[in-house]
């Protein structure tokens, strides 16, 4: 007699299903939603004008106050008409606040100036910390 041994089969290793990966997934998405956290950014706090009702809510502020960049048509800049430069704007409004701390900048834009100079000179604004605040499109 001879004596066959039987080979037994293999069997198939543990397999990793596929169909619990999408839940898998979006689980991991809500997990990420709700744990992140976002950043707020702090801008510049500007109080717009309301409607004036008496004389008394107009501020009169004396000249020697201001401190004027204006964006020409060009997108040229100058500090109480004076040519300056966009990477000096900080620099001359910090001197001019902490000089006097009630200083007032106002930001006068030509219509056809380029927003993106506007809101870059506004970078620069909050950078040196000017608190007082004023835009005025220019007419000419």
Wanted: proline share 4%.
């Amino acid at each position: 007699m001879s004596v066959q041994k039987k080979r037994k089969k293999k069997q198939p290793l543990g397999e990793v299903t596929m169909a619990s990966t999408a839940d898998i997934s979006f689980l991991l998405l809500i997990f990420f939603i709700v744990s992140t956290i976002f950043a707020e950014e702090q801008g510049l706090v500007m109080l717009l004008p309301g409607k004036q009702t008496s004389a008394e809510d107009v501020v009169q502020v004396p000249e020697r106050l201001l401190a004027t960049i204006r964006i020409n048509y060009d997108n040229s800049l100058t500090y109480d008409r004076k040519p300056v430069q966009l990477n000096q704007v900080m620099n001359v409004i910090k001197a001019r606040i902490e000089a006097n701390e009630r200083t007032v900048v106002v930001l006068e834009t030509h219509p056809d100036a380029h927003y993106g100079m506007m809101v870059a000179c506004l970078d620069e604004l909050k950078l040196a910390n000017a608190r007082r605040l004023t835009l005025r499109t220019s007419r000419r």
